[in-house]
């Protein structure tokens, strides 16, 4: 099974979680979004939105993040990351989504680059930008965390779900791009936990082999 991401890609992590969970065996294949690799035709082939993740099995191609997941959660079942039960289900995936749907794709490198050349914002201008929408993201985040955390260990329930495989590459960003994280004590809670679980932190863009290697001057 072959993962093809980027380091530093958000729905790649948050892949490299969810198989590093579950416990799966998996290759890395690298496609550097900064040389634009992803617009290649030898990748756009298997990804037409020309984006990162793309999970290849040999027979099957997945390039959405969820879809990703929940493939890997159908035939992977242990341990689970989808909590049972109709409404508990609903609640969990109403929280993957304020990061799927309502972050992310507003603070992707695409988004950035385009407000970069098109409405000539500078670096402090797209870290406002991302700063804007992560802080909306988390402050709806935080309160679905309040409500359905068990013990301010995980975003849901007291088990690690899907919920905290979107939200540790979120933090990750809006570390990157100088949110103030003081208002997220759940959040903060939360990811401070999930730090300690070697899954988790073995995912971190900084471990992969496309990070760049940190200077020594």
């Known amino acids: 099974m072959k993962l093809i991401g980027y380091y530093r890609s958000s729905a790649s992590y948050r892949i490299r979680i969810v198989l590093n969970v579950k416990g799966i065996e998996w290759e890395y294949v690298t496609v550097r979004l900064d040389k634009g690799e992803q617009l290649e035709s030898a990748h756009s082939r298997l990804n037409p939105m020309k984006l990162v993740p793309v999970l290849?099995?040999?027979n099957l191609q997945l390039a959405q993040s969820v879809a990703i997941a929940e493939y890997l959660e159908s035939t992977y079942?242990?341990?689970p990351l989808i909590p049972t039960g109709a409404i508990a289900?609903?609640?969990f995936r109403d929280m993957v989504q304020i990061i799927s749907s309502d972050i992310q794709p507003l603070t992707n490198l695409?988004?950035?680059k385009h407000l970069r050349a098109n409405y000539a914002l500078d670096g402090e201008g797209v870290d406002r930008w991302c700063q804007t929408w992560i802080g909306r993201g988390?402050?709806?985040f935080e309160q679905r965390a309040v409500q359905h955390s068990a013990d301010g260990q995980y975003s849901f329930g007291n088990s690690l779900?899907?919920?905290d495989a979107w939200l540790v590459p979120q933090v990750y960003n809006a570390d990157r791009f100088g949110l103030d994280m003081q208002p997220?004590?759940?959040i903060n809670s939360v990811f401070r936990h999930l730090q300690t679980i070697e899954a988790v932190a073995s995912a971190h863009p900084a471990l992969q082999p496309d990070a760049p290697v940190p200077s020594r001057d």
């Open 77 to 79: 079942p242990e341990p």
């Open 110 to 112: 695409r988004v950035l």
């Open 89 to 91: 289900q609903a609640q």
């Open 184 to 186: 997220y004590p759940t």
């Open 161 to 163: 779900t899907l919920a």
């Open 56 to 58: 290849d099995t040999g």
């Open 138 to 140: 988390f402050e709806a």
